[in-house]
């Protein structure tokens, strides 16, 4: 079954706008946890928790400086959402059997298909671009002054290649992520409505499913994202691929280095996931009634 491209960009591009609204909602979170990556143990470390970093950023750059990098994302969430979702309608719909339902194994495999083209179409220059500005920020002359120019200024100095580093990376977290999150969605939503593929989902139970979906990717692949996050750095010239940055990260700091901001990542993402399965499912919804795209 395919759903016409018009209604597929229109209720996308709505959940493109929800993910805007959720990243303004959490990004502060996203922030402390970026920071705290980049926050090596060898500096020593200029934070003593998430508390600790947050009072220190708002003491030098006020409540504003824990919006820094958060422009790059807005600019970049409205595509995220439409391939994300867009690549996996289009596989789910190929992979339902004749009632139209879609097993927990599909869910995976539609999931990672998503997941890898977002990774490569948008996240990576997004997410290396977001986290330079964040670094950029922790140098004693910081010099972004803004989206454009911070783009700008890194296209200039490295090139494209320079707004995809950390590819590999990425693409293997994005994978994973949104692999693990369609899974357990899938799961969820076929236990939630057993022999009736037709049942309605509460917007209460499908914001539930999805924090629960979230919080079981941020356990999967946290290091996957600490790596990510150092190969995008300022300081990403310090590793000579993916490999090396992992086994440099567990050689000099250890294990637990690869948790590194779990907790702020883990309220970000499952208020991330909640918000953005509610709305769309709620658009799908709406879209169905006026298109029939069922």
């Not at 999931?111 to 890898?116: E, R």
């Not at 009736?196 to 979230?214: E, Q, S």
């Not at 990542?265 to 709406?286: M, N, T």
């Amino acid at each position: 079954m395919l759903i016409q491209p018009a209604v597929v960009f229109f209720y996308l591009s709505a959940g493109g706008i929800a993910g805007g609204i959720e990243i303004c909602i959490t990004f502060p979170t996203e922030y402390v946890k970026t920071q705290l990556q980049l926050d090596e143990r060898a500096n020593p470390p200029k934070y003593r928790g998430v508390v600790d970093c947050v009072r220190q950023t708002v003491k030098g750059h006020g409540v504003k400086g824990l919006y820094r990098g958060l422009s790059s994302l807005l600019y970049g969430s409205i595509p995220k959402s439409a391939v994300r979702f867009g690549v996996f309608e289009i596989l789910s719909n190929r992979a339902k059997d004749e009632s139209g339902r879609l097993d927990s194994t599909s869910g995976l495999l539609c999931g990672l298909g998503a997941g890898v083209m977002e990774a490569v179409l948008v996240v990576c220059p997004m997410e290396t671009v977001k986290v330079k500005f964040i670094h950029d920020q922790t140098s004693g002359n910081p010099k972004y002054r803004g989206f454009f120019h911070g783009v700008r200024e890194i296209v200039r100095s490295q090139g494209l290649r320079g707004t995809y580093q950390g590819l590999t990376a990425t693409v293997l977290k994005q994978g994973s992520n949104q692999a693990i999150r369609f899974f357990v969605m899938t799961s969820l939503r076929n236990w939630y409505k057993g022999d009736n593929p037709n049942k309605a989902l509460n917007p209460l139970v499908t914001g539930l499913f999805g924090a629960i979906a979230g919080a079981a990717s941020v356990f999967g692949n946290t290091p996957l994202d600490v790596i990510k996050t150092r190969m995008q750095g300022l300081d990403a010239h310090k590793y000579k691929s993916t490999l090396d940055c992992a086994l440099k990260i567990l050689r000099n700091e250890g294990l637990a280095a690869f948790y590194k901001g779990t907790v702020p990542r883990l309220g970000r993402v499952c208020l991330d996931v909640a918000i953005v399965f509610i709305i769309y499912e709620e658009v799908v919804k709406g879209l169905n009634k006026v298109w029939k795209t069922e």
